[in-house]
C-alpha cells in the first residue's frame, strides 16, 4: 500500500483567505482585500503561495466594466488536497473521502464486530482506508490528515475514552496513540457528536451563521456545539453531554429507544414507516413523550448558548425528526417574546453518514480554520 502523507503548513493569513475563499465560493483579490484588512500587495503574495500550492485556482476573467486587467475570480480547488474520516456505529465501520471544499468522494461501510482488541480494527480500517482511496484513485494524493469519531466521553486523563458498551474493550487505550501509528497521516480523534456537528455546520446549509447547535437523537443523546465558527469542546473536552440528564434506567429520547418502545407493544420496527404513516398510538405517544424531553434541553440551549440554529439529528428516521422540528418549533416560538430573536430548529443535512463525514472533515478543520 503506498500510502504517503502530504502535511500542510499554512499560517494564520493563509488560513484566513482559505476560509473567506470558502465562505463566499468564488471572490477576487479586490474582495479579499476589503474582508480581510490586508493591503493588495499582500493578498497577490499570499495568493500567489496558495495558487502554487494547489489550494486555490483561478477562474475565468470577469469584465466589470472598468479600465484596466479584468479580474480573476479566486476559488477553492476541490482536488488540491483531501482527507479522510473514520466513525464507528453499532456493528459498522463507516469510512468518508472529502475534497478541499468538503464534498464527498466516497463513503463506504463494512461489518465490525464489536468489542474485540483495537489492533484487528486498526488493521481492517487501514484495509478500508486502502480500498476506498484505490477506488477513487486517490493513493497518490495528498492527504491533509484522518479524522476518528469515537463514541464516548473523555477520561480525567484527557486520553482515555468511556466508550459505550460494544466498544468497551477500548476504554484503558490510549485512541490518539493507536490511530496515529496506524496511517501515515496527520490523525486527530473527536468525540463522534462533535464530528457530526462540524459536518453539519460545513455541509453549505448553513454559510450565513457562526452558532450552531447540533442534537444527535441516534444510539444516545448529546450534543455538538459550533460557537463563533469554532468548536466549543469544554473545559474538558466533554460539552453536550446530554446523557448526564438521563440515567440509564429511564427512557431517553434517542432512535434506540423508539425502537425499544416499539418492541415492547409488540410492534415490528420495520414497520416504522407505515405504523407511523396510520398514526399509530404508540409511536404518537413516544413522540409527545420525546417533546416534553426535549423542550427544557432546546431552552437550556437558547438560554446559554444563543444559537441561530438548532439541528436535530442522528439515525433517527427522517420523518420522526421532521415531526419534532415542527412541534418544538411551534412550543418554542409560542413561549417567547415575540421580539426575541431565536433559534430555529431545523433537521440535520444527514443521517448516521454525518458522523464519517465529520470525521473527514477534522483534518480541514484542524488544518484550514483560522478559529480553531
Request: glycine share 10%; aromatic share 6%.
Given at each position: 500500500m503506498n500510502l504517503v502523507s502530504a502535511p500542510l503548513e499554512l499560517s494564520a493569513t493563509q488560513r484566513n483567505l482559505i476560509d473567506l475563499i470558502r465562505?463566499?465560493?468564488t471572490v477576487t483579490r479586490a474582495e479579499l482585500?476589503?474582508?480581510?484588512?490586508?493591503?493588495?500587495?499582500?493578498?497577490?503574495?499570499?495568493?500567489?503561495?496558495?495558487?502554487?500550492?494547489?489550494?486555490?485556482?483561478?477562474?475565468?476573467p470577469v469584465h466589470d466594466g472598468k479600465r484596466g486587467q479584468p479580474s480573476l475570480p479566486l476559488r477553492l480547488n476541490p482536488g488540491?488536497?483531501?482527507s479522510v474520516g473514520v466513525s464507528f456505529s453499532p456493528g459498522f465501520i463507516d469510512i468518508a473521502v472529502v475534497d478541499l471544499s468538503g464534498k464527498p468522494l466516497i463513503q463506504v461501510s463494512e461489518k465490525h464486530t464489536e468489542n474485540r482488541e483495537i489492533t484487528l480494527t486498526v488493521n481492517q480500517v487501514i484495509h478500508m482506508v486502502a480500498g476506498a482511496l484505490k477506488k477513487k484513485r486517490l493513493s497518490n494524493s495528498r492527504i491533509l490528515g484522518i479524522g476518528y469519531a469515537v463514541p464516548g466521553f473523555l477520561k480525567k486523563d484527557g486520553r482515555k475514552r468511556q466508550t459505550v458498551a460494544w466498544l468497551d474493550t477500548w476504554r484503558e487505550v490510549?485512541?490518539?496513540?493507536?490511530?496515529?501509528?496506524a496511517l501515515p497521516y496527520p490523525t486527530w480523534v473527536e468525540n463522534i457528536v462533535n464530528a457530526s456537528a462540524i459536518a453539519e455546520y460545513y455541509s453549505g446549509n448553513h454559510s450565513n451563521i457562526s452558532d450552531l447547535v447540533l442534537i444527535d437523537l441516534g444510539y444516545g443523546i448529546a450534543a455538538g456545539i459550533i460557537a463563533d465558527s469554532k468548536l466549543l469542546s469544554g473545559g474538558f473536552s466533554n460539552a453536550g453531554e446530554l446523557g448526564m440528564s438521563f440515567p440509564l434506567d429511564l427512557p431517553r429520547p434517542s432512535y434506540k429507544d423508539l425502537l425499544i418502545t416499539l418492541e415492547k407493544a409488540g410492534l415490528n420496527p420495520?414497520?416504522?414507516?407505515?405504523?407511523?404513516?396510520?398514526?399509530?398510538?404508540?409511536?404518537?405517544?413516544?413522540?409527545?413523550?420525546?417533546?416534553?424531553?426535549?423542550?427544557?434541553?432546546i431552552f437550556s440551549c437558547i438560554q446559554w448558548l444563543d444559537p441561530e440554529v438548532i439541528t436535530l439529528g442522528g439515525a433517527m428516521p427522517k420523518q420522526i425528526v421532521g415531526r419534532l422540528v415542527k412541534e418544538l418549533n411551534k412550543r418554542v416560538r409560542g413561549k417567547l417574546e415575540p421580539l426575541r430573536p431565536s433559534a430555529q430548529i431545523e433537521a440535520s443535512a444527514f443521517s448516521k453518514e454525518g458522523a464519517s463525514r465529520g470525521a473527514a472533515m477534522l483534518p480541514l478543520y484542524y488544518t484550514l480554520n483560522i478559529k480553531k
Amino acid at each position: 500500500m503506498n500510502l504517503v502523507s502530504a502535511p500542510l503548513e499554512l499560517s494564520a493569513t493563509q488560513r484566513n483567505l482559505i476560509d473567506l475563499i470558502r465562505n463566499h465560493g468564488t471572490v477576487t483579490r479586490a474582495e479579499l482585500s476589503r474582508l480581510s484588512g490586508l493591503t493588495p500587495g499582500a493578498i497577490t503574495q499570499q495568493c500567489r503561495e496558495l495558487i502554487f500550492s494547489g489550494l486555490i485556482v483561478e477562474g475565468e476573467p470577469v469584465h466589470d466594466g472598468k479600465r484596466g486587467q479584468p479580474s480573476l475570480p479566486l476559488r477553492l480547488n476541490p482536488g488540491g488536497a483531501c482527507s479522510v474520516g473514520v466513525s464507528f456505529s453499532p456493528g459498522f465501520i463507516d469510512i468518508a473521502v472529502v475534497d478541499l471544499s468538503g464534498k464527498p468522494l466516497i463513503q463506504v461501510s463494512e461489518k465490525h464486530t464489536e468489542n474485540r482488541e483495537i489492533t484487528l480494527t486498526v488493521n481492517q480500517v487501514i484495509h478500508m482506508v486502502a480500498g476506498a482511496l484505490k477506488k477513487k484513485r486517490l493513493s497518490n494524493s495528498r492527504i491533509l490528515g484522518i479524522g476518528y469519531a469515537v463514541p464516548g466521553f473523555l477520561k480525567k486523563d484527557g486520553r482515555k475514552r468511556q466508550t459505550v458498551a460494544w466498544l468497551d474493550t477500548w476504554r484503558e487505550v490510549d485512541l490518539q496513540t493507536v490511530f496515529s501509528a496506524a496511517l501515515p497521516y496527520p490523525t486527530w480523534v473527536e468525540n463522534i457528536v462533535n464530528a457530526s456537528a462540524i459536518a453539519e455546520y460545513y455541509s453549505g446549509n448553513h454559510s450565513n451563521i457562526s452558532d450552531l447547535v447540533l442534537i444527535d437523537l441516534g444510539y444516545g443523546i448529546a450534543a455538538g456545539i459550533i460557537a463563533d465558527s469554532k468548536l466549543l469542546s469544554g473545559g474538558f473536552s466533554n460539552a453536550g453531554e446530554l446523557g448526564m440528564s438521563f440515567p440509564l434506567d429511564l427512557p431517553r429520547p434517542s432512535y434506540k429507544d423508539l425502537l425499544i418502545t416499539l418492541e415492547k407493544a409488540g410492534l415490528n420496527p420495520g414497520d416504522l414507516d407505515s405504523l407511523y404513516d396510520s398514526g399509530n398510538t404508540v409511536i404518537e405517544c413516544w413522540i409527545a413523550r420525546v417533546c416534553d424531553q426535549l423542550e427544557p434541553i432546546i431552552f437550556s440551549c437558547i438560554q446559554w448558548l444563543d444559537p441561530e440554529v438548532i439541528t436535530l439529528g442522528g439515525a433517527m428516521p427522517k420523518q420522526i425528526v421532521g415531526r419534532l422540528v415542527k412541534e418544538l418549533n411551534k412550543r418554542v416560538r409560542g413561549k417567547l417574546e415575540p421580539l426575541r430573536p431565536s433559534a430555529q430548529i431545523e433537521a440535520s443535512a444527514f443521517s448516521k453518514e454525518g458522523a464519517s463525514r465529520g470525521a473527514a472533515m477534522l483534518p480541514l478543520y484542524y488544518t484550514l480554520n483560522i478559529k480553531k
